[in-house]
């Protein structure tokens, strides 16, 4: 089945009893135990709700088994820790995400984890591999510059050295990037963003084979970050328009990169759809979709990024990304508002940057909101 297909249909629960067409919610956190082995249990990632979703995911992911949580973070720290322990190594890419980047710097040492941080760049990421290497976490594209890594050569590394890779997908979501058919051993989610896509939902995954599922799935039950059915069934819904929604907003991107790219008072637009961007021809090879999120940083002798952002209309400045609605945010004062300004300007991000996540409204609507806002700043 294609992937549209797998949205409306993939791991539908039948319902014997009344043969509806959705799964039902199935609310019970108690299941009778006589007669059968796999009793189900919110936190023992089982129940009907959790499978339907996980069914679904790994249908569009190509995995053979996942699973679902409460958080993005749930499934990203639970994943590394199924995989590294007391006296290992783990290399992560310092353009991860601000929530990722910090687990590892404020709980790696506590839990006698050792890491390095390396550059978005598979050369580099090999670079940083000791003999304790146990886990490699990537992301790609990257947050806020849109960075691009060869996730091809970073499952080879891994494999050649029997080191798990873990990639976070949740910018690309499944509809333009499958890593685990470029190598990646595990892909996770924070489904908050595109998968649950209406902004009001949080909830996450990790999608991988069986044997690596069942180890997540041990470290999760000890570290809880499980799903409620309510949620999963609210997920599920979601999941059926997810590759009409990420296609339209993977178009609309397209459009505003082009739009901002030829304004005059645009420095630098980051959008691996960009033929001149950096990562592009990398980003050819490995997604089917360019994604929805980019970045553009304003010429603030022309424009002042502070009054733009408050002159638009239709745009929200807001925080998060991945709903129907198109948000922008200034990562200088949001995700990256702990790290200093000189840091901040070592990696990239002037305090112009603005970060946009494209929603399904009409292109010419959005481009006549930055450009309204864009005059009169
Ligand atoms: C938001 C985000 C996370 C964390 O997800 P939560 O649902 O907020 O826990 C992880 N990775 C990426 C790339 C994200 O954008």
Redesign the pocket.
């Known amino acids: 089945m294609k992937k549209e297909t797998i949205c409306v249909h993939g791991g539908t629960y039948r319902d014997a009893a009344t043969r509806g067409v959705n799964t039902p919610i199935f609310t019970s956190s108690s299941f009778e135990y006589l007669d059968r082995d796999d009793i189900p249990y919110p936190r023992y990632f089982n129940t009907p709700n959790q499978d339907a979703v996980v069914r679904k995911l790994c249908a569009l992911e190509g995995a053979e088994d996942g699973v679902l949580f409460s958080?993005?973070?749930?499934a990203?720290s639970s994943a590394i820790l199924a995989f590294a322990g007391a006296g290992d190594h783990v290399v992560m890419m310092d353009e991860l995400?601000g929530?990722?980047h910090a687990f590892a710097t404020d709980m790696f040492d506590r839990l006698g984890i050792r890491h390095t941080f390396a550059a978005t760049d598979a050369a580099a990421v090999a670079d940083a591999v000791t003999p304790r290497t146990k886990v490699i976490v990537i992301?790609s594209p990257t947050?806020p510059l849109l960075g691009i890594i060869d996730i091809r050569r970073v499952a080879q590394i891994g494999r050649e050295r029997g080191i798990v890779t873990i990639l976070?997908n949740?910018?690309a979501t499944p509809v333009n990037q499958c890593p685990l058919q470029l190598g990646i051993d595990v892909v996770?989610h924070?489904?908050?963003?595109y998968l649950g896509g209406h902004s009001d939902l949080?909830?996450?995954a990790a999608l991988t084979s069986r044997p690596h599922a069942s180890k997540i799935r041990a470290a999760a039950r000890h570290l809880g970050g499980s799903l409620n059915a309510m949620m999963c069934y609210l997920l599920e819904r979601s999941l059926k328009t997810l590759s009409l929604r990420v296609e339209r907003q993977t178009a609309n991107a397209a459009r505003i990169a082009a739009y901002l790219s030829a304004h005059a008072s645009v420095f630098r637009v980051n959008y691996p759809g960009q033929p001149d961007s950096p990562g592009h021809e990398i980003a050819r090879s490995q997604m089917t979709g360019f994604g929805a999120m980019l970045s553009f940083e304003l010429d603030e002798r022309i424009v002042s990024a502070a009054s733009f952002l408050r002159r638009l209309r239709i745009i929200r400045p807001a925080v998060?990304?991945g709903g129907v609605e198109t948000l922008i945010c200034a990562p200088a004062g949001t995700s990256h508002a702990k790290i200093s300004p000189e840091e901040r300007r070592r990696i990239g991000i002037s305090d112009s940057l603005l970060r946009l996540s494209v929603g399904i409204e009409d292109a010419d609507d959005l481009i006549a909101d930055l450009d309204q806002a864009m005059e009169k700043a």
């Not at 958080?71 to 749930?74: C, D, K, T």
């Open positions: 958080s993005g973070m749930a990203v995400y929530g990722t992301e947050n976070d949740t910018f996770v924070s489904g908050t963003k949080s909830c996450g998060s990304l």
